[in-house]
């Protein structure tokens, strides 16, 4: 069964970190590029950061860049992504997406909540 199980979410206090890993089963994840979105209560799944897996390049969205790194380690076939800086407005539940040209596959989410 290929697969992708997201990790690490928790309640953190405002300005804690975090460190959310994508294990991925049944697929090779160094073939993948890999996204982490999130969706706060009641809204919308944003994109949050992402990593090509040829060229390497990686993208941040804006309230997030300089707080988060998003890094990859395929010999585990896991990605990550360190948050720091926490705050309130980061709680969302978030999920890593791996995506080739053919398809792509999600996990089931991880809870993050930011107290104030």
């Known amino acids: 069964q290929m697969q992708l199980v997201e990790s690490g979410g928790g309640l953190v206090q405002a300005g804690g970190s975090l460190r959310l890993s994508c294990a991925a089963s049944?697929?090779?994840?160094?073939?993948?590029?890999i996204g982490w979105f999130r969706q706060p209560p009641g809204k919308e799944r944003e994109g949050v950061s992402s990593i090509g897996n040829s060229d390497g390049k990686i993208w941040y969205t804006d309230s997030v860049k300089g707080r988060f790194t998003i890094s990859r380690d395929n010999a585990k076939n896991t990605a990550y992504l360190q948050m720091n800086s926490l705050k309130p407005e980061d709680t969302a539940v978030y999920y890593c997406n791996a995506q080739l040209a053919v398809g792509s596959y999600w996990g089931q989410g991880t809870q993050v909540t930011v107290s104030s």
């Open positions: 049944g697929l090779r994840l160094a073939n993948y590029a």
